[in-house]
């Protein structure tokens, strides 16, 4: 008789027993295997690409085949076939997989493009030419793997604007930005991230536009008391973010601005000028949390607040080097682990 091996009973008695490290270095050796499986996986791929498996199966496609009969989503049989099929090209591909330094991802970037450029073009790459070409985008991240590859291909920049109405009539928007341009929207996008956390594209645009509608018109549409209590949010989500974090977990039942204002009151005698506050966190290059152990520094741009590098309660000050730009999540921890 085979005994099974209960893995998740040991996980589950063994987890809150772990040190902060064994913890980290338990999820770096399982995302290694992880990574492993994912090569052999490909393998598998391949060879039933080659005997064309799938037919005697009943499925019409290798891509029909791992969705109907193995499971995987659309999206992840599509990246594992590109991948598959580019490691018989290309056999270092599954070891870079393995290793970490491709992810499926881009390979399917780069399966892409070559499927625009032999349409295109009529270019076909060599199988060495492909090695050269993914070894360009080796530890790289998605973008900076899309921007090599468009400037490898000379893909021509598509700046045409359109606009489609759909049956429940939203609009479909296709538009470019220069990269000048992105940068002042993704500006915006990060300095509304208080008041708007998560926020899509599209919800920064629309909130945006919200914002001048406001000031040129929005008093006269609205009731009186409504624009205020919005206003006062909106300004204080931006300019005051201390006081607004701790206003929302303290929230409970009584409304935003209500909170927001006791919060205002409690706090100002002690409050950071609001140019002081502005001066932080404008010229910040992000967080500025360390890591003691590694020097690794945060540098997250979206949630940020003033930090107190000597905490007031032990007698810090307001003075300017006695304050840094901090992310909530990490402005948080701090306070709560006392470091
Ligand atoms: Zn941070």
Do not use: W
């Not at 625009?116 to 199988?127: A, E, F, G, S, Y």
């Not at 606009?163 to 538009?175: A, C, F, G, H, T």
């Not at 609205?222 to 929230?251: G, M, P, Y």
């Not at 009584?254 to 204002?261: H, L, M, N, R, V």
């Amino acid at each position: 008789m085979t005994q099974e091996f209960d893995f998740s009973q040991t996980v589950k008695m063994n987890l809150f027993e772990l040190t902060n490290e064994e913890l980290h270095h338990r999820l770096l050796n399982r995302a290694a295997e992880e990574r492993r499986l994912t090569h052999q996986i490909l393998q598998l791929i391949a060879e039933v690409d080659q005997r064309k498996l799938y037919l005697p199966m009943a499925q019409a496609s290798l891509f029909d085949y791992l969705v109907k009969l193995i499971g995987y989503t659309p999206a992840s049989a599509q990246r594992r076939i590109a991948a598959a099929r580019m490691m018989q090209q290309v056999p270092e591909l599954g070891s870079k997989i393995e290793n970490g330094s491709l992810k499926l991802t881009q390979v399917s970037q780069v399966q892409q493009v070559l499927r625009l450029v032999r349409k295109k073009d009529n270019i076909q790459l060599l199988p060495n030419e492909k090695k050269d070409l993914l070894a360009k985008l080796e530890n790289k991240t998605g973008a900076e793997s899309e921007l090599i590859l468009a400037q490898e291909f000379k893909l021509p920049a598509q700046t045409q604007f359109r606009q489609k109405i759909q049956k429940d009539e939203s609009v479909r928007i296709e538009l470019t930005l220069s990269k000048e341009q992105m940068e002042i929207v993704e500006r915006a996008k990060t300095l509304l991230s208080h008041a708007l956390p998560g926020a899509t594209l599209a919800e920064v645009i629309v909130n945006l536009a919200e914002r001048y509608v406001r000031t040129r018109v929005g008093a006269k549409s609205r009731s009186k008391s409504q624009t205020e209590t919005e206003a006062e949010i909106d300004a204080n989500a931006e300019a005051n973010a201390e006081v607004e974090t701790k206003t929302r977990t303290d929230q409970g039942s009584t409304s935003a601005a209500e909170g927001i204002q006791r919060q205002r009151r409690g706090f100002s005698q002690q409050a950071i000028p609001a140019a002081v506050k502005k001066d932080v966190l404008g010229r910040s290059q992000g967080c500025e949390f360390r890591d003691a152990k590694t020097g690794k520094v945060c540098g997250s741009k979206l949630f940020l607040e003033v930090d107190h590098v000597q905490p007031r309660f032990a007698g810090g000050g307001n003075e300017p080097f006695n304050l840094r730009p901090m992310c909530s999540s990490h402005n948080k921890f701090r306070y709560t682990n006392g470091c």
